[in-house]
């Protein structure tokens, strides 16, 4: 219950405002987002550089309401390559098409994607399209499909918790689309998303093994260190080279785990969001660990009456 709580209140803006106020909650949030800025972001780059993890970069924002907004995104994520570029910090960027303009018109939302996906073809960059509610599922696959076959450093996600997934596994594997396979984290229907977590999680191994032995590239999105052993136990077993995939984890998530495997000789990405719009983000990341949230109310409490 306090999971669907937490899902909900992500999406209230007055909660955001209020909340946002308090240096308690900040200070708790920059434990999951890298900062408002490029700069910040770097940071974390050239850190977990140096601890042998690769970055993802995620300029936080989604369900823009107009078209200056959507401009607004699209013209940072350009410039956010330039500096990639001109700086040699990353080849991987990650976006959500609602921050480009997809509840507003779908073409448009499509142009502004091709112009990021084009500019990082010409730097070798990787673009990313994030999967969200499963209201947009459809949209996302259909402006993946006709962008790929333009341009093939653009990969999508694919969430285990939907029960369409492996369908669109399918799908995706045969067009040579590289996949990233998360679990999931909206508050959806059970007519649409598995419930349980032993379902989510045995329909993600089921994707997983899928992509192990037949996609190109998977990202292995997961925290859940069984899940992580029984891949590792899976491509050991079916002598599948540690080159052909990699485990991609949140960025303030199990940094223990990240490090291990990274010494461990696997391939390890950390997605680290950034940005002014982060309160959405960080409430889904406290959904997924609800005990951050006593500490929280306390902070916020002792802050109130001091």
């Known amino acids: 219950m306090l999971r669907k709580l937490l899902l909900y209140l992500s999406n209230q803006a007055w909660l955001r405002h209020f909340i946002s106020r308090y240096p308690a909650f900040r200070n708790i949030a920059w434990r999951f987002v890298a900062g408002e800025t490029i700069e910040s972001a770097f940071g974390v780059v050239q850190s977990l ?35 990639m570029y001109s700086s040699g910090i990353g080849n991987y960027v990650s976006l959500k098409l609602t921050q ?65 997934s492996y369908d669109d596994v399918q799908e995706l594997v045969r067009m040579g689309a590289r996949i990233r396979l998360c679990k999931g984290a909206y508050l959806e229907p059970p007519e649409v998303a598995y419930q349980d977590k032993k379902d989510v999680d045995r329909n993600y191994i089921i994707l997983m ?33 540690v080159d052909n995939f990699e485990f991609q984890m949140l960025y303030g998530v199990r940094r223990d785990l990240q490090r291990t495997l990274a010494a461990e000789g696997y391939r390890v990405r950390c997605y680290v969001p950034f940005g002014k719009e982060w309160y959405p983000y960080f409430m889904r990341r406290l959904a997924e660990r609800p005990a951050n949230v006593e500490f929280i109310v306390r902070s916020i409490i002792r802050e109130a009456i001091s």
Not at 142 to 161: A, C, E, P, T
Not at 220 to 232: G, L, M, Q, S, V
């Open 100 to 164: 480009l303009g997809l509840d507003i018109d779908e073409e448009i939302c499509k142009r502004h994607l091709e112009e990021i996906v084009s500019k990082a073809e010409g730097y070798d960059i990787f673009v990313r399209i994030d999967m969200e509610s499963s209201a947009y599922t459809q949209k996302t696959l259909d402006i993946f499909k006709d962008l790929y076959h333009r341009h093939k450093n653009l990969g999508v996600v694919i969430q285990s918790y939907l029960r369409r």
């Open 49 to 83: 550089r140096k601890q042998g993890i690769e970055s993802a970069l995620d300029y936080l924002g989604e369900n823009v309401t107009d078209l200056s907004s959507a401009r607004e995104s699209t013209d940072f994520y350009l410039s956010l390559l330039d500096r």
């Open 209 to 241: 093994e899928y992509l192990l032995t037949n996609g190109n590239y998977p990202a292995i999105a997961t925290h859940d260190e069984r899940i992580i052993n029984h891949a590792k136990n899976f491509v050991q077993k079916n002598s599948i080279p």
